[in-house]
């Protein structure tokens, strides 16, 4: 009789982690998580409600404003499930396709955020250096445009994800390193071959760092645009209008930055650092945009006050 493997059993679920060490406190750590998920919910449909519905607001700089909003709620909502269950319920299980599905979420709409990111900037670009031109350039129809390509694009480059690990055969390990589905995270996992996801994964890594390559390069432009003007005063204004956008660059990509640089000095980091900055990476930016778009813009910031009183 042939004694049966146990290794080579395929598994069926994944466990996610919370916080290793402080399972007991689960409930108390629930407790400011539900706090920034419902902050940063309420806050991206306002800043959607208002641009809907005020005309003043039917602007390109609003428009892609509202695509990053509905990004954030994307990466509110994909996380939001595991999140929960794993913090209020002690429920760590999760089956390989709903994991794979959050995984595609996440990934998909952190490329549409850093894509948008990259649009904000073109777009304070254009009304910096060619400020005449700006309403024939960015018009409504165009704006439409460059959002469905973008969409179009960022689904199109992280569909494979769900789709190769699909084929990976998982038999070993099953648990996982955060408290929700990372493609890197689950591709560690598989005990067959996964060069392709490596690969592609690495590829996918490119384009971000290419989005915030184009992101530096319209700032060096802008900054020498606004070097060429005489006047100081009129200097701060225009770099006034950037500060916003800048703050939403800096809220996105540094989590990102420092997550990678962990990982890179793993041996000397505790893992707790670890889940916590890629905890970081998916509540902070939706959490931190509505506030930082609503005090620094004035139209929105006047129109809120004008509601509540």
Same mark, same amino acid.
């Given at each position: #009789? ?40 309420? +806050? ?13 607001? *039917? ?7 509202? #695509?990053? $909003?509905?990004? /954030? ?9 595991? #999140? ?6 002690? $429920?760590?299980?999760?089956?390989? /396709? ?9 990934? +998909? ?14 777009? =304070? ?19 439409? !445009?460059? +959002?469905? $390509? ?12 769900? &789709?190769?690990?699909? *084929? ?14 990372? *493609?890197? /995270? ?12 490596? &690969? ?31 006047? !100081?005063?009129? =200097? ?14 800096? &809220?996105?990509?540094?989590? &990102? ?10 041996? *000397? ?9 890629? /905890? ?7 959490? #931190? ?8 813009? !004035? !139209? ?10």
């Amino acid at each position: #009789m042939s004694i049966l493997n146990i290794s080579e059993i395929e598994i069926s679920t994944f466990y996610l982690v919370g916080f290793p060490g402080l399972e007991s406190a689960n409930i108390w750590i629930s407790i400011p998580i539900c706090l920034v998920y419902i902050i940063a919910i309420l +806050g991206n449909c306002t800043i959607l409600f208002f641009i809907k519905t005020e005309p003043s607001l *039917h602007e390109p700089m609003y428009y892609f404003l509202s #695509m990053l $909003a509905l990004s /954030d709620l994307g990466l509110s909502f994909s996380s939001l499930p595991t #999140m929960l269950r794993i913090f209020l319920f002690n $429920a760590p299980g999760i089956s390989l /396709d709903a994991c794979f599905a959050q995984e595609f979420f996440i990934h +998909g709409f952190s490329a549409m955020e850093s894509s948008v990111l990259l649009i904000m900037s073109f777009d =304070r670009f254009i009304a910096i250096c060619n400020p005449l031109r700006y309403t024939t350039i960015l018009t409504s129809a165009r704006v439409t !445009q460059i +959002g469905l $390509a973008f969409s179009l694009k960022n689904f199109l480059l992280i569909l494979p994800f769900p &789709i190769t690990l699909k *084929h990976l055969r998982y038999c070993k390990k099953n648990l996982l390193s955060h408290a929700y589905c990372l *493609h890197q /995270d689950v591709m560690k996992l598989a005990c067959s071959d996964n060069k392709v996801n490596v &690969i592609y994964g690495l590829f996918v890594a490119l384009s971000g760092i290419l989005d915030i390559t184009f992101i530096f390069m319209s700032y060096v432009m802008i900054l020498k645009a606004v070097l060429s003007i005489a006047s !100081q005063k009129e =200097r701060f204004k225009v770099l006034n209008t950037c500060v916003s956008h800048v703050c939403a660059v800096l &809220i996105f990509y540094v989590p &990102i930055i420092s997550l990678s640089v962990i990982y890179r000095l793993s041996k *000397h980091s505790s893992p707790i650092s670890r889940i916590l900055m890629a /905890d970081v990476f998916l509540l902070v930016p939706p959490l #931190m945009n509505p506030i930082v778009y609503c005090v620094k813009s !004035q !139209q929105i910031r006047s129109l809120i006050v004008g509601k509540l009183c």
